[in-house]
């Protein structure tokens, strides 16, 4: 049984807040990233090490979603975002009060573990509180976060670095996630019935889905194109390109407003012309960009840099609204868990270890490429992705 939608003025507060807290928890999950070129000076880290740091936040993610339905079948999917927020502030205070890289690494997996809680619950919460008509709407509203943090991350950075050193950053980015996880709790609505947890039963039944599989290694290509290539890029463009730090920062920030635009647009396209259009779009796209992306000379990587993200931002609600659809409603958190489990772990963790490795070589540009040539294999599975509605549960 699921939660009515709520009505119109407490469903855009609730997408408001949950964006918010959206906003910081992806900005806690790719700060590292601006920050990387003064982490890598001060802990004496080569670029392996580096992104190293990013795998160690997606295994904590992704253990995050594998016990995200534990979480919420016990606290309710309200209770369990205020968990996230809250735990997510205060162990990115812990790191920044840290000078020991054991514990800084021990305090990223738990980062990655208490931020990985909140999707599952945010988005059974939004998809239970309007009605199917609007998810895709809904969830790219949602999705303005990532894009907000990836213009945001860098551009705090380099304002926040003129006055406090970088544990400092993490330190504010900390406070603010707690602030906004107290707010929610609180003012929030929505979210009031619990989770399912997994059992052996529900996880074969959802392996059992070949659209289950399908979505996961999409997921995984989508998180990669976005996340891990973000992660690394600034690294990218200071280490084998010949940015200065401040510039390469300031260029990854811009180089995500354009996206704004397709981010709000981004509901409507998948509402309008079908998740699996879009996807396959998206897919096309992505795999082209990245490969221009390693491949162009000069400074023509900037203008590779404002096209490569552009679209993106579209395969996420396109993506949430069929894992939302292959499974009955009570099951929706698991079968995002799961799907964002695996995919994490793919797209967020190795491939910027991947680049990380490749970048020790020299050849940063060569690991685009060879991303860019698996994006585009990715389109050879949409035909096998078969999705009906279930209505029971």
Request: charged share 10%; net charge positive.
């Amino acid at each position: 049984m699921t939660d009515a939608p709520l009505a119109g003025k407490s469903q855009l507060f609730l997408l408001m807040l949950l964006t918010g807290i959206f906003l910081v928890n992806f900005l806690s999950r790719i700060v590292l990233a601006p920050l990387m070129p003064v982490i890598e000076q001060e802990l004496h880290l080569d670029h392996a090490g580096a992104g190293g740091l990013f795998l160690l936040i997606a295994i904590g993610y992704s253990a995050g979603l594998l016990g995200s339905g534990f979480v919420s079948s016990r606290l309710t999917h309200r209770r369990t975002i205020v968990l996230a927020a809250v735990a997510c502030g205060c162990v990115f205070l812990l790191i920044a009060a840290s000078h020991n890289l054991w514990i800084i690494r021990l305090g990223l997996i738990l980062l990655g573990a208490s931020t990985g809680i909140y999707l599952p619950s945010a988005i059974t919460t939004i998809t239970d509180s309007f009605r199917p008509i609007h998810w895709g709407k809904a969830i790219s509203v949602h999705e303005l976060a990532p894009t907000l943090a990836y213009i945001s991350a860098p551009l705090l950075v380099e304002s926040f670095l003129v006055f406090v050193p970088w544990r400092g950053v993490l330190a504010l980015i900390g406070l603010a996630s707690v602030i906004l996880g107290l707010t929610f709790l609180r003012f929030g609505s929505g979210g009031e019935r619990t989770g399912e947890a997994p059992s052996p039963g529900n996880v074969r039944l959802l392996f059992g889905k070949p659209a289950f599989w399908i979505m996961t290694v999409l997921f995984g290509l989508a998180i990669g194109s976005s996340i891990g290539i973000y992660s690394m890029m600034p690294l990218y463009l200071v280490a084998e390109r010949g940015f200065e730090r401040g510039m390469a920062n300031t260029l990854v920030g811009l180089s995500r407003i354009p996206v704004i635009a397709m981010a709000l647009a981004a509901g409507w396209i998948s509402d309008r012309f079908g998740p699996k259009p879009t996807i396959a779009a998206v897919i096309l796209f992505n795999g082209l960009t990245t490969i221009l992306l390693g491949i162009l000379p000069g400074r023509w990587v900037i203008l590779m840099m404002f096209i490569q993200p552009m679209l993106t931002i579209c395969f996420f609600p396109a993506g949430f609204t069929i894992l939302s659809r292959i499974v009955p409603p009570g099951a929706r958190n698991l079968s995002v868990s799961l799907t964002i489990f695996i995919a994490y772990l793919i797209g967020g963790g190795f491939l910027p270890t991947l680049l990380g490795v490749f970048g020790d070589k020299g050849a940063f540009g060569a690991a685009f490429t060879l991303i860019g040539i698996l994006m585009l294999l990715g389109i050879f599975l949409l035909p096998r992705l078969i999705v009906t509605d279930e209505k029971s549960g």
